[in-house]
């Protein structure tokens, strides 16, 4: 229930502060915020009703109800700027992510602190989050069951230019040589090697350009590894 991906985005929320949950699902992130005295009060967002349902089963089976307050909506809409000092938007795909910040970006720029944890494509997050005022404060990888999770930190502001490969791999995750992306970057080479073997069987037009695009992808990967490492490979 309270995962490692939980404990990590809760910890790197402000203390103190009125907190906005983006897509609460089960609100297990609110509750373990209000239980470990972290915030003083959670704002649940989420939009389908299942899941609101199972948030307020969850609030209501630790009491929490005059701490945690539930709000159906879409992505930022429901809240107000002002409202919340920070935000999390985690559990979905890197395009949603974006689109939840693009539908409400006088929101999100009113808050201090944005943690982001997308389940895809993240660098599609990167891009967007450079190219309109926002800026990188930090980065975490989560192992949890099996699988890596990329956690942004983000807050408005001018932010650095990154090229392609920096932001498929996270330039900050990078830069403090974080202790699983040698290991997470081992799975996406992993990734990218099947998705050529496909390709080489392939007699889709394309296929060969698209093969030589993962085929490069491999090549920097392999070469940022090595850097990590800080060994010839």
Do not use: W
């Not at 909506?73 to 809240?79: M, T």
């Amino acid at each position: 229930m309270f995962t490692k991906r939980i404990e990590k985005m809760a910890n790197l929320l402000p203390a103190g502060k009125v907190v906005a949950d983006i897509g609460t699902d089960h609100a297990y992130l609110p509750v373990y915020l209000i239980k470990n005295s972290i915030v003083p009060r959670v704002i649940a967002v989420e939009l389908n009703p299942g899941p609101l349902e199972a948030a307020k089963n969850t609030v209501a089976k630790y009491g929490l109800q005059g701490k945690v307050e539930l709000r159906r909506g879409d992505g930022l809409k429901p809240i107000m700027p002002g409202e919340a000092a920070a935000a999390v938007i985690a559990g979905m795909g890197g395009a949603t992510i974006n689109s939840i910040l693009a539908e409400s970006l006088e929101v999100a720029k009113s808050l201090k602190k944005i943690i982001l944890q997308p389940m895809s494509d993240a660098h599609l997050v990167r891009s967007y989050l450079q190219s309109h005022g926002f800026r990188l404060v930090d980065e975490e990888l989560v192992l949890e069951d099996n699988r890596y999770y990329e956690v942004l930190v983000v807050q408005p502001g001018d932010s650095s230019e990154f090229d392609d490969i920096m932001l498929e791999i996270g330039p900050i995750l990078f830069s403090k040589r974080h202790p699983l992306l040698a290991g997470y970057l081992e799975e996406k080479i992993c990734h990218y090697k099947q998705i050529i073997d496909s390709l080489d069987r392939s007699c889709k037009v394309g296929a060969q350009e698209k093969k030589q695009y993962f085929e490069e992808k491999v090549y920097f990967l392999e070469k940022v590894i090595s850097c990590l490492l800080d060994v010839p490979r």
